[in-house]
């Protein structure tokens, strides 16, 4: 919680003037029962009807000035907890992206989400209702006490006992309702968990037909979440009503025995009225910060789970002191690397070697599962490996930043991933200033310059979330684009090629070989024709290289590499 406090200390002036507000409201709503008792007992009983219409009209002085107190102590607080949000947000958002992949594994997707989101309301609101409610109870209750006292010490008493049977009934209703609260918020965890999977995998579900099923999962959260609720809500449907009798009983209790005290002339008539009304505003007070109260640990939980991503030191950190690169001409080289996931038990690439000169092309070719991707991910730094260096023009990728690294890099995923907005808005994402003609020159290379002229508004054209509205090879080539359209010395194709045909495969290869000049090109493949002209092949076979070299030499000296040619290559292609 106190690690949240830094967050409102930019606001403590706001803070500051919403307290001084919140006092001068209580005062002047505490005054007002003052003066009712003023008008019965010196106005009403004596027939003065001046006096009845002065002290009238400094009680309504003083209502419309409690009123403005009330709007800008509001306003004030509004300002201050939405401002703590907005700033939770950003610092959430801005942690989150210098998340490592396991870090983000290591938190949850959906967890992520409901912590920027549903977890921020929760402190939001509940700083809004300390501030409104909970703060103003002390100040009312230590002011109505002084003022019921001097009013009459008995009918303080009274005031005195019912907030202290208050406090016990409202002790028992805390303990009961404490870890429901708890319960709530992991609930809504699960909720967009399952939310999430149901929406992303709507198209394999009725595939499947498991429509019935993902309900049946998707309605037991909901259940589990309303239950919960339930049970909060039957709880505080059997406190209310105790604690509006509690209030009766107080009404009750100031009217007995007051009447009795005014028979033995130690009270007057419109004293009784002001206590009772100080009675209220005092009990409502109370119930109003006791109910907040129960908030507290529910926004308490969310603070920790905020602070938990705040204070989540990234996995990867860039080196306190950066090397410069010098451009060399081997671009890219791997030197006994060794790479095992978290939590797996056998690497999945061992003492692998190899190095991409500048200009040349080396495909990655081997079985499905082998650990091209995870080769491919390892350049710009996702994750970090355990043995050996990787190193661009010479400099281990370490001593880089991680924002100078991913500069060098041209990045297309193995599952093309666009961003709504235009097709040119996706192609400038990795250098925003590019120019029209730098666009189509990309998707010249790409071969998306044909299939984007066909569409009615061309470069315009909307691409929606994810890219649904492209074919998968579509998109495939508009991720290829949007990377040439950055100038980077190393481009990593992750089986990029896979969805085209093959002569567009083969439009493509010649295109990027004729256009791309200096940097090194890494093709991750399934498909040996893809990569017969490459400079130079590796063979990855069980987390080991098993081959490394041009197609002839493979054929003659790599068996697993032959294999994988003749299965797919006809006699005459292979000769
Ligand atoms: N994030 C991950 N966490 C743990 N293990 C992983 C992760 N990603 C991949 N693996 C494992 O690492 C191995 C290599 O995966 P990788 O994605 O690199 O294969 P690939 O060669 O690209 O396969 P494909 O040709 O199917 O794309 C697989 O056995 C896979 O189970
Ligand atoms: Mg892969």
């Known amino acids: 919680m106190t690690r949240l406090f830094k967050f409102i200390i930019p606001y403590r002036k706001t803070l500051i003037l919403v307290v001084m507000l919140l006092f001068l409201q209580t005062l002047g709503t505490l005054y007002i029962p003052t003066l009712t008792a003023d008008i019965v007992n010196n106005g009403i009983v004596y027939g003065d009807i001046p006096y009845i219409i002065r002290t009238g009209g400094i009680m309504l002085l003083f209502a419309v000035l409690t009123g403005i107190f009330a709007i800008l102590g509001t306003w004030f607080s509004a300002i201050l907890s939405s401002g703590t949000g907005r700033d939770i947000r950003n610092a959430l958002f801005r942690k989150a992206q210098r998340f490592s992949i396991n870090d983000f594994n290591s938190i949850g997707t959906a967890s992520m989400i409901t912590r920027n989101t549903s977890d921020v309301n929760q402190i939001q609101q509940a700083l809004i209702m300390v501030l409104q409610m909970m703060l103003p109870a002390p100040i009312m209750a230590i002011a109505g006490l002084i003022l019921a006292f001097s009013k009459n010490a008995f009918m303080g008493g009274i005031i005195v006992v019912t907030m202290v049977i208050f406090m016990i009934l409202a002790v028992i209703i805390e303990r009961k309702t404490m870890p429901l609260f708890g319960l709530l918020q992991t609930g809504m965890d699960k909720i967009n968990r399952f939310m999430r999977e149901y929406i992303t995998g709507v198209r394999v579900i009725r595939a499947f037909n498991r429509t019935d099923f993902e309900r049946r ?59 009772i009304e100080y009675a209220m505003l005092i009990l409502f007070y109370l119930v109003m ?28 950190a860039d080196a306190p002191a950066e090397l410069t690169a010098e451009l060399s001409e081997e671009k890219l080289a791997f030197h006994h690397v060794t790479f095992c996931y978290q939590g797996a038990e056998e690497p999945v690439l061992s003492d692998l070697n190899f190095s991409c000169r500048a200009g040349e092309t080396t495909a990655i070719i081997g079985g499905t599962g082998s650990g091209k991707s995870t080769i491919a991910s390892l350049i710009p730094r996702f994750y970090d490996i355990q043995a050996g260096t990787i190193t661009i023009d010479g400099v281990d990728i370490k001593t880089l ?62 691409v929606a979330q994810g890219g649904n509205n492209f074919s998968g090879g579509q998109k495939q080539r508009l991720a290829i684009a949007r990377a040439l359209v950055k100038k980077a010395d190393v481009y990593i194709f992750d089986d990029s090629f896979s969805a085209l045909d093959f002569k567009t495969d083969a439009n493509l290869r010649a295109a990027l070989k004729a256009e791309v000049h200096g940097a090194a090109i890494i093709v991750v493949a399934q498909r040996v024709s893809s990569i017969v002209d490459a400079d130079q092949i590796i063979v990855l076979d069980n987390s080991v290289i098993a081959g490394k070299g041009t197609h002839r030499e493979l054929l003659e000296n790599c068996p697993v590499y032959r294999e994988i040619a003749e299965s797919q290559l006809s006699k005459e292609e292979l000769a």
Do not use: H
């Open 217 to 275: 999962r998707v309605n037991t959260s909901f259940e589990a979440y309303a239950q919960t609720a339930i049970r909060i809500n039957k709880i505080f449907a059997v406190a209310m009503p105790l604690v509006l009798m509690l209030l009766n009983l107080c009404t009750l209790a100031i009217i007995w025995f007051g009447g009795i005290q005014i028979g033995q002339g130690a009270m007057e008539i419109g004293d009784i009225m002001a206590v």
């Open 289 to 316: 910060a006791v109910m907040v109260f129960t908030m507290i640990p529910r926004a308490e939980a969310c603070a920790k789970r905020i602070s938990e991503v705040l204070e989540l030191d990234p996995e990867i």
């Open 401 to 462: 930043s991680q924002k100078t690294l991913r500069d060098k890099i041209g990045f297309v995923p193995q599952k093309a991933f666009l961003f709504s907005g235009t097709i040119a808005d996706n192609l400038r994402y990795g250098k925003e200033d590019a120019t029209m003609d730098e666009l189509r020159r990309a998707a010249r290379i790409a071969q998306a310059d044909a299939f984007i002229g066909d569409l009615k508004y061309g470069y315009e054209t909307r």
